[in-house]
Nanobody
């Protein structure tokens, strides 16, 4: 099973940027989805951005501000977050999944990294 470690979270002011990184180790060959999720206080977890089969998905609230990318050679997933807003405050999780819909025992999740955006 893959092991994921996120980094890059922190406290920033509205309008500033952060880049999250997710370093993967272990077996990721069966993972079809590489994605970033977030969970804000009191809210359910939501998919922020994902890459699957060459297609990229963004949540409407982050389109034009966030960019997901990956370095396949190093097994690293990134999330560049620009023009951050207070509503982006959440714990961000890296995920490598078999698919978006059906949970699998092979799915891997990071421990989460906190992003706090002050107004």
């Amino acid at each position: 099973q893959a092991h994921l470690v996120e980094s890059g979270g922190g406290l920033v002011q509205a309008g500033e940027s952060l880049r999250l990184s997710c370093a993967a180790s272990g077996s990721i060959f069966s993972m079809n989805v590489m994605a970033w999720y977030r969970r804000a206080p009191g809210k359910e977890r939501e998919l922020v951005a994902g890459i699957s089969g060459g297609r990229i998905y963004y949540h409407d609230s982050v389109k034009g501000r966030f960019t997901i990318s990956r370095d396949s050679r190093e097994g690293t997933l990134y999330l560049q977050m620009n023009n951050l807003k207070p509503e982006d405050t959440a714990t961000y999780y890296c995920a490598m999944l078999v698919d978006y819909v059906t949970p699998s025992a092979l799915d891997a999740w990071g421990q989460g990294t906190l992003v706090t955006v002050s107004s």
